[in-house]
């Protein structure tokens, strides 16, 4: 079966710190994206990578950059966590072959910044 | 660019009754549409998608939507609500070009014994 797994379910750091959230999937997706999701908001797309070491920037990227070194992990980085970047962030892969192609998703990381 | 609106926030509908979650789109060209929903504590699962092979799609657990061009619309419904019901649901639409999805804001359906 499909899987999408993040690192951490929930995670508390301070203002400041430098924060990874990590990504891994098993399909063999060669897209990989990373979202917030905010009451009332939806979803907003951060980062998106279509293979390694490449990558484009979503709606938000402020604030934030990303990692593919591997096919199977993408990584989301928080260069100096502020308290607006306390969230929900939500992983998903798909495969490259057409925009119809769902997207999986992980379960999610909870961020609290204090 | 493409973009869907989901109509109300918050549904709150009795066990066995109809469930009807409002999603409108604005396309350019031809649109992917999808419902995902998202059960406490979870992230987002695949409950169906319209990729223009059939106008009613039918996906899992008893929901399937309808998508009616002339009213750029893509409603999601089941016909008997059960308590598992609950959860959170976006409708989302493929942009063009890319594989990028945008989200709608979001519908709670809340199910009453």
């Known amino acids: 079966d499909v899987k999408v797994t993040q690192s951490s379910r929930y995670l508390v750091k301070r203002t400041g710190e430098k924060v990874f959230l990590e990504c891994v999937q098993d399909m063999d997706h060669e897209n990989m994206f990373w979202y917030r999701q905010d009451p009332g908001l939806g979803l907003r797309l951060i980062y998106f990578s279509y293979d390694v070491k490449m990558k484009e920037k979503g709606d938000i990227p402020e604030g934030y950059s990303v990692s593919r070194e591997k096919k199977e992990r993408f990584s989301l980085i928080l260069e100096s966590a502020s308290t607006n970047q306390t969230s929900m962030y939500l992983c998903a892969s798909s495969q490259l072959n057409g925009a119809n192609q769902p997207q999986h998703f992980g379960d999610g990381t909870r961020l609290s910044i204090l | 660019a493409q973009s869907v609106t989901q109509l109300g926030s918050h549904v709150s509908v009795s066990e066995g009754a109809l469930v009807l979650l409002r999603c409108n789109y604005s396309s350019s060209v031809p649109p992917y549409l999808f419902w995902y929903v998202q059960y406490p504590n979870q992230g987002l699962q695949l409950l169906l998608k319209y990729t223009s092979a059939a106008t009613l799609v039918k996906g899992i657990n008893g929901f399937e939507a309808e998508f009616k061009k002339s009213e750029t619309s893509f409603h999601l419904t089941k016909p008997s609500a059960h308590m598992s019901d609950a959860a959170e649901y976006f409708c989302?639409?493929?942009?063009?070009?890319?594989?990028?999805?945008?989200f709608g804001a979001g519908t709670t359906v809340t199910v009453r014994a």
């Open positions: 989302a639409i493929t942009r063009s070009n890319d594989y990028k999805l945008s």
